[in-house]
């Protein structure tokens, strides 16, 4: 008889439940985050498992990969797609457990992509990179307001990159914000170093990785933005059409409509936030670099919010992006923002 098994996965436990074809729990059972110990568990249902679905949480994948090097078949849950349960009065960890394995039995469970184990450790190491550039913006913007109040003059990102220990001195006459400046512009420093160290680290195979080459066509995408893409989103094919790639990439409104009347909004934190970020900074360089989409770029910021005609450029150029991920060639400007 077929089985079908649910973890529902925290952060120090795992609760499993394993329901029969017609729907009764054959097992119900908290575990400590032990692959061993969750094997074990599992073992006596072996043979008859039809599927093991585990949460999409934060920490999911030391579990999906255990699961999958022991031969048992692993399906990652997409929990914003989970249709919730109705009629019952209290729910806790044993029910949502019982509810994925259910879902499964009835062919309802709706699934995530698991990212490719080879390849995780480069995307992840790219977020960490993402994640040193934002601090170190927000680290030049604290001395930038440091300088407003001191001097009433704005101070631009280029002269922060030459300012002087005199200018300093001579700027700040209280040591207190002295200090502070001085602190902020050294840790800056030191995120510098850690993000060209990452950089260099990157060799030129990977810089030169074939899938790489239609999507540094298009203007402002060079191999660190452009790898980031690549590895974010993954086998591209999985998207069926490229509105489904530009959805994940949260770059279409969240809004619900019926009867040509909005009805309310969805979860616009739905897809990947990493992908937003990039191809909102491929927007960003596209518009410095490439004349006819700074032209397209002003002429739509001159009817709407600037923030708007920003994510416009990025729909565009995300969607050009998806069809050169998944057919090759070169980006045509005109054919994108005529």
Request: hydrophobic residues 40%; proline residues 5%; aromatic residues 8%.
């Amino acid at each position: 008889m077929p089985l079908y098994a649910a973890c529902d996965l925290h952060s120090n436990n795992t609760v499993l439940a394993v329901l029969d074809e017609a729907g009764s729990l054959k097992l119900r059972q908290r575990v400590p985050n032990d692959l061993d110990l969750i094997g074990a568990a599992l073992a006596p249902f072996r043979n008859q498992l039809q599927g093991v679905a585990v949460e999409s949480t934060y920490n999911a994948y030391w579990l999906l990969d255990g699961l999958d090097r022991a031969g048992y078949p692993t399906r990652m849950v997409n929990t914003l797609a989970v249709p919730q349960y109705a009629g019952l009065k209290q729910a806790d960890d044993n029910t949502d457990a019982r509810h994925l394995a259910n879902l499964m039995r009835l062919g309802l469970l709706p699934t995530a992509y698991i990212y490719p184990r080879p390849q995780r450790g480069l995307r992840d190491l790219l977020r960490r990179r993402m994640l040193l550039v934002q601090q170190s913006v927000r680290l030049l913007q604290s001395v930038q307001g440091y300088w407003a109040r001191a001097t009433g003059q704005r101070l631009s990102a280029n002269a922060f990159r030459h300012l002087t220990r005199q200018q300093l001195d001579t700027t700040f006459v209280d040591p207190s914000e002295l200090f502070a400046v001085a602190t902020l512009m050294q840790s800056w420093l030191y995120l510098q170093h850690r993000i060209d160290a990452i950089e260099h680290w990157l060799d030129d195979t990977v810089r030169r990785r074939p899938d790489l080459a239609a999507l540094r066509t298009v203007p402002g995408i060079g191999p660190i933005l452009g790898l980031t893409i690549v590895l974010e989103s993954g086998q591209i094919q999985r998207f069926e059409h490229v509105g489904q790639y530009t959805s994940y990439c949260r770059l279409v409104p969240a809004h619900r409509v019926s009867n040509g009347k909005k009805k309310g909004t969805g979860n616009r934190k739905c897809g990947n936030r990493y992908l937003a970020w990039a191809w909102i900074e491929a927007a960003n360089f596209a518009i410095r670099f490439a004349p006819p989409i700074k032209t397209w770029y002003q002429r739509n910021a001159a009817r709407k919010p600037r923030v708007v005609a920003l994510k416009a450029v990025a729909h565009k150029l995300a969607r050009a992006g998806f069809h050169l991920l998944r057919d090759g060639g070169r980006f045509d400007v005109q054919r994108a923002f005529c």
